[in-house]
Each structure stands twice: as C-alpha cells, then as structure tokens.
Antibody
Framework: QVQLVESGGGLVKPGGSLRLSCTASGFTFSDYYMSWIRQAPGRGLEWVSYISSSSSYTNYADSVKGRFTISRDNVKNSLYLQMNSLRAEDTAVYYC???????????????WGRGTLVTVSS | SYEVTQPPSVSVSPGQTARITCSGD??????AYWYQQKPGQAPVLVIY???ERPSGIPERFSGSSSGTTVTLTISGVQAEDEADYYC???????????FGGGTKLTVL
C-alpha cells in the first residue's frame, strides 16, 4: 500500500524542540524528493522544506530557515523534520508529501500523509 | 516574496460550471498545480502541469493557462466537490514552492 505516515507531533513550549518523522511504504522512497508542508488551524497550506532524493539539496521557507532541519534515511524509508526554537506561529498540522520534480525547482506533491499536529503553547 | 492569488470563495449550483482562478507573475513561466482538500483530510492533487489530470480524478476537473493566470474548471459540479482548492507553483529565482491562499468552493 502506497502511503506516508507522520508521527512525532505534540504540545511543546515556545523555544522548545520537536522532531517529526514520516515513514514511507509501497514505493521506492529513494527515488523521490520529499517535502514538509504545514497548515495552521483554519488557514491555508504553507510549504516548509524539501530535500532531494540523495539528501544533496535542501531548501526552506524563510519563516523556518535557520530553525528547522530536514533530513532523510533512505535505508529506513524515513523523512524527518527537526524543529528548534519553536514559536506559537509554528502551530499547525505538518504534512509529509512526496514531490515530483518537473523542472529544477518546480515540483508538485502527488502523495500526502494524514498529518501530525504540532501545538506550540505555554 | 512571491505570491499567487486566488479568490477566497466561489459558489455554484449543482450541475453548473465552477471556475477558480490563480494569478501570479511567474505563472507565465512556471507550471501550476491544483489540490482539493476536504475538511479533516489531506490535500489531493487534481491537476498538474497546468492541464494534466492524475489517474482517478474525474474528467469534470480540468485546468487551463493564459498568461499570468491559471484556471481550475469543474464542469457539472457535484455536491461532493465542495471543498477548499489550492493552486501551487514555484518562484524560479528563489527556489521556493508557493501555495495560493485557497478558494472555498460552495455547492449551493
């Protein structure tokens, strides 16, 4: 079964850290770029980060640059997001998504997980 | 930062045609993609590369592009099409992925 399953969300205090995980199954994980996308409660989608298939290239939204780190383990078919210095505005459902690269930086997301909720509050 | 703009809401009656637009300067050079999201669910890709429809997506969903505006068209709208729709593209100069703010489609 082709799927992505996120885990690791929860309640964390401002300034704290959290590590999200995403486990892939049913497809060759190492063939794909992967991405994290988030959605604050009642708000729209916001791209967070993506990573190339071999981990050689990563990029981040300005809102998380320097605080979040994306990584992957192609042996474990897993994607990660290390989130540090968390702020209230990072509160959101975080989705793991499989990215299909069309041209260099232009990609789309053809498989999504169900998401994991991160709440940053004191 | 680069943005793409969608109308906040569109309303149509069942059986009519819904058109949702997305505007942005880079759309004349970059492909656009469309996602459907129903309450409590993850987004689903409905159109890719401006006009292509993934397998399993009904034929009533189509996409078009003209200059700096792309359009998602839903012909013969059904009640099950009521959802939020997001366009997505890229800012080629900055390597960023960008989503529109989303359009809530209401089926009257």
């Amino acid at each position: 079964q082709v799927q992505l399953v996120e885990s690791g969300g929860g309640l964390v205090k401002p300034g704290g850290s959290l590590r999200l995980s995403c486990t892939a199954s049913g497809f060759t994980f190492s063939d794909y770029y992967m991405s994290w996308i988030r959605q604050a409660p009642g708000r729209g989608l916001e791209w967070v980060s993506y990573i190339s298939s071999s981990s050689s290239y990563t990029n981040y939204a300005d809102s998380v640059k320097g605080r979040f780190t994306i990584s992957r383990d192609n042996v474990k078919n897993s994607l990660y997001l290390q989130m540090n210095s968390l702020r209230a505005e990072d509160t959101a459902v975080y989705y793991c998504a499989r990215a299909v690269v069309v041209i260099t930086v232009n990609c789309y997301f053809d498989l999504w997980g169900r998401g994991t909720l991160v709440t940053v509050s004191s | 930062s680069y943005e793409v703009t969608q109308p906040p809401s569109v309303s149509v009656s069942p059986g009519q045609t819904a058109r949702i637009t997305c505007s942005g300067d880079a759309l004349s050079k970059q492909y656009a993609y469309w996602y459907q999201q129903k309450p409590g669910q993850a987004p689903v890709l409905v159109i890719y590369k401006d006009t292509e429809r993934p397998s399993g997506i009904p034929e009533r969903f189509s996409g078009s592009s003209s200059g700096t505006t792309v359009t998602l068209t839903i012909s013969g709208v059904q009640a099950e099409d009521e959802a939020d729709y997001y366009c997505q593209s890229a800012d080629s100069s900055a390597s960023y992925v960008v989503f529109g703010g989303g359009t809530k489609l209401t089926v009257l």
